[in-house]
């Protein structure tokens, strides 16, 4: 058994631990209400713009934008979303094994000639495929000090660039979708070309007499680019307040086991400690016995 001091060092450390997790819980639980509050503001937003485009571009025989066009996929770009740091259980795993799976049961033949490229936003993300040797396109883990919609569309107007030369022929986004701060849902969904609608009755059943100036065909070539864009920024939204949920979830999962670990030690030390009394009084007995004898 172990000696006391032993004990008390280890139920020292653990009670240290479980001050340190309660308040990255607490911590987290603060940013989750921001980040809660901007994805929520944003959804109606982009679920308006994707019917209104959608709606359109049903009802247009064809489009110029380049941003439709479908190609045979030579090169892939996987955009990954993550975090920059740890401690929030398998959130950024989850990310890469979606990623890894997407690239071998999807796109094997482009990986293996070398036409597979990877845009992270994340430093977890980052590191880990830079650390394999993928082809990393740039450095994007400064974009959650400054989480805004100007600073997320850099990298969504990079993405476009390079579709539009042909760098790339499809793009495809990884992410965590926020549902409550227990459940994030992975989420793999084609950003370039944009997808078309999914079927004539869902345009039918929305679809809207609108006035439109100066003409439908200039409107879908703007609202292509904004739609895009904000696809991307809702990602990265839905990625920011998944994040915050899976670290409060885990840090109040580590305070419960810090708890349950402080009572096993407890008890060990009691019973060390008793076990100690119960020695001294033996030796001190047997010496008394001794001397009387």
Known sequence: MANLKEVRNRIASVQSTQQITKAMKMVSAAKLKRATNAIVQLRPYATKLKEILGNLSASLEGSSSPFIQERVPNKVLIVAVSSN???AGAFNMNVIKTVN?????KYSE???NGNVSIVAIGKKTQDFYEKRNYNVIGNNNEVYAALTFENVTKITDAIMDGFIKGDFDKVELVYNRFKNAAVQILTTEQLLPLPKAESAADVKTSNVDYILEP???EIVAQLIPKSIKTQLYKAVLDSHASEHGARMTSMDKATENAGDLLKALKLSYN?????AITTELTEIVSGAAALNG
């Open 85 to 87: 740091r740890g401690l």
């Open 101 to 105: 799976n997407l690239i071998a049961e």
């Open 110 to 112: 482009q990986y293996k």
């Open 215 to 217: 003409s439908k065909e």
């Open 271 to 275: 019973q060390a400690r008793q076990a």
